[in-house]
């Protein structure tokens, strides 16, 4: 069977951070990728009942994400019988070198082969203004991490390429700068029968 391809977001920016939940959803559980409209819509309809449409436009930030994956968490238990959990290892505070997070990201993948990550960050190159972004992580490796994007981002990013979040506009040698509290760890939690 060949691999899925992401959900895609087209023209709308803003977005990505929607297309983000329902694409590692669909990485974590094959029941979500099977029926992925449904995972949308009810992300959509959740969105929906409280604000009026503007962060498809404007992007969202990482509570409103959490929301978000709160709620679809429930309803993926209730109607897709899958546990899956999320995890924020860097909530509360930053991580202090981005030899930290990609520790954090590789035990992450170890230990959930299957499991997926949700990042945020800013290209900013060149450009005057920097471009935020949310993607989907599907795994890594010693030297890079290999997304599974909604928009035309790369497929994967070389570490080297990386920074933690700091106060400088633009990096032509690392333009990815990584925003380590806006990490979301995903897995499904698979329990053993007892005999």
Not at 51 to 72: K, P, T
Not at 95 to 119: C, M, S, V, Y
Request: with cysteine.
């Amino acid at each position: 069977m060949r691999d899925p391809k992401p959900e895609q977001q087209g023209s709308q920016d803003g977005a990505c951070g929607f297309y983000a939940l329902g694409n590692a959803l669909a990485i974590v559980c094959p029941k979500v990728r099977r029926n992925i409209d449904a995972i949308f819509k009810e992300i959509y309809d959740f969105y929906l009942k409280d604000h009026d449409g503007s962060h498809f436009l404007a992007g969202m930030g990482r509570n409103m994400l959490n929301d978000l994956a709160s709620h679809v968490l429930t309803h993926i238990s209730k109607y897709y019988d899958q546990d899956v959990s999320v995890k924020h290892p860097f909530w509360a505070r930053r991580a202090n070198t981005l030899g930290e997070w990609r520790k954090t990201l590789n035990a992450h993948f170890q230990d959930n082969p299957d499991g997926a990550a949700i990042i945020a960050y800013e290209y900013c190159k060149d450009a005057v203004e920097a471009e935020s972004h949310w993607t989907v992580i599907k795994k890594m490796t010693s030297t890079s991490i290999f997304t599974f994007d909604s928009s035309n981002e790369r497929k994967y990013i070389p570490f080297r390429l990386c920074r933690i979040w700091d106060d400088k506009s633009k990096n032509k040698a690392r333009p990815y700068k990584i925003d380590t509290t806006s990490t979301f760890l995903f897995y499904r939690n698979v329990y053993e029968a007892h005999q």
